[in-house]
């Protein structure tokens, strides 16, 4: 159970090194007005997605194992407010999958002031999910 522990934890941080970088990448890409840096920010983006991406499934895949495999009942608040970050987390990732594309075709709608703040979101999520999974508050 401890190497499935640590793999999950191992792929929780790729997951979220992207998670954290990607919209910063946005931020500069909307800033880029020459077309060889639009074309190397659309590269960064599709390749740091389809990372992000892997690592958001293979940890998900080991927690869920993680989960069945220590019996935790699913109706502890704690697990269950955990599992809704984690859910939130999963939009949040699509939405970047979303705007890799409209990158991608330029169809950017965005300012980088709203990257800034959009780039904060999984901060919150991270330091929620943890505190939860670390604590299992009653």
Known sequence: MLWLKALHIIFMVTWFAGLFYLPRLF????DCS????NERFRIMERKLFAIMTLGGIL?????????????????ELWLQIKLALVAALVAYHVFCGV??????TGRNRYSGIFYRWFNEFPVLI????VLLAVLRPA
């Open 34 to 37: 020459d077309p060889a840096g």
């Open 126 to 129: 991270l330091i929620s999910v």
């Open 99 to 104: 705007l890799v594309k409209r990158f991608a």
């Open 27 to 30: 931020v500069y890409h909307v």
């Open 59 to 75: 940890a998900t895949l080991f927690g869920i194992w993680l989960l069945a495999g220590w019996h935790w009942p699913v109706t």
